[in-house]
Nanobody, 124 residues
Framework: QVRLAEYGGGSVQAGGSLRLSCTGTRNHVGNYCFAWFRQAPGKEREGVASLGTDGSSIYASPVKGRFTMAEDNAKPALLLQMNSLKPEDTAMYYC??????????????????WGQGTQVTVSS
């Protein structure tokens, strides 16, 4: 059974950077859709970035140009590099895997395996 775990969350000032890591991906990257989601207090969970089996990425508008999702070639893991962080990026961040290998997107319903999340807090 696939178990995903997120690491790397923390507190940072606005303008700073954090790198999140999602482990438990084994050799599934390239075979399934993966994505990062986040949920801020009082808000619905939203897609942040997805990685398709062809290596293509999709980013939500609020993070485009600041966040980068990539595979960690040194170990089986997925990374989310977050730069120029803003207070509105404060949320619990989740890694997710879908059952499909195509049509990778940012819709929550497209993913059925989730990690426990890691908290990111950005102060102004």
């Amino acid at each position: 059974q696939v178990r995903l775990a997120e690491y790397g969350g923390g507190s940072v000032q606005a303008g700073g950077s954090l790198r999140l890591s999602c482990t438990g991906t084994r050799n599934h990257v390239g075979n399934y859709c993966f994505a990062w989601f986040r949920q801020a207090p009082g808000k619905e969970r939203e897609g942040v970035a997805s990685l398709g089996t062809d290596g293509s990425s999709i980013y939500a508008s609020p993070v485009k140009g600041r966040f980068t999702m990539a595979e960690d070639n040194a170990k089986p893991a997925l990374l989310l590099q977050m730069n120029s962080l803003k207070p509105e990026d404060t949320a619990m961040y989740y890694c997710a895997r879908g059952p499909r290998f195509d049509d990778c997107n940012l819709f929550e319903g497209a993913y059925n395996v989730w990690g426990q999340g890691t908290q990111v807090t950005v102060s102004s």
